[in-house]
Nanobody, 120 residues
Framework: QVQLVEFGGGSVQAGDSLRLSCAASGRSFSGYVMGWFRQAPGKEREFVAAIRWSGYYADSVKGRFTISRDNAENTVYLQMNSLKAEDTAVYYC????????????????WGQGTQVTVSS
């Protein structure tokens, strides 16, 4: 079992930066693929970024967001720069043992989510 808790959401202006953190507890953190998803009001949950040894990203955030992990601290981060109004959503941390399951319908473990609001 893996427990995930997100930190760092908030309200910012367009163009600002924000860093989300996700603290994991439970089984071996370093063996999991860690990811971030988001869900805007009225929309389906969508993939944002994931990392095992290196990060990969949705096209909508590529070049603006950076995912990283600290295995010693059991923490994964999402650095979000040049934020846009369309980045407004609840952001969820996710963990799974398989890269192939890093999709909204397949991820094994979820955090409770943290709200990010970007005002234009």
């Amino acid at each position: 079992q893996v427990q995930l808790v997100e930190f760092g959401g908030g309200s910012v202006q367009a163009g600002d930066s924000l860093r989300l953190s996700c603290a994991a507890s439970g089984r071996s953190f370093s063996g999991y693929v860690m990811g971030w998803f988001r869900q805007a009001p009225g929309k389906e949950r969508e993939f944002v970024a994931a990392i095992r040894w290196s990060g990969y990203y949705a096209d909508s955030v590529k070049g603006r967001f950076t995912i990283s992990r600290d295995n010693a601290e059991n923490t994964v981060y999402l650095q979000m720069n040049s934020l846009k109004a369309e980045d407004t959503a609840v952001y969820y941390c996710a963990a799974d043992s398989s890269v192939a399951r890093m999709t909204p319908g397949s991820v094994e473990y979820w955090g409770q989510g943290t709200q990010v609001t970007v005002s234009s």
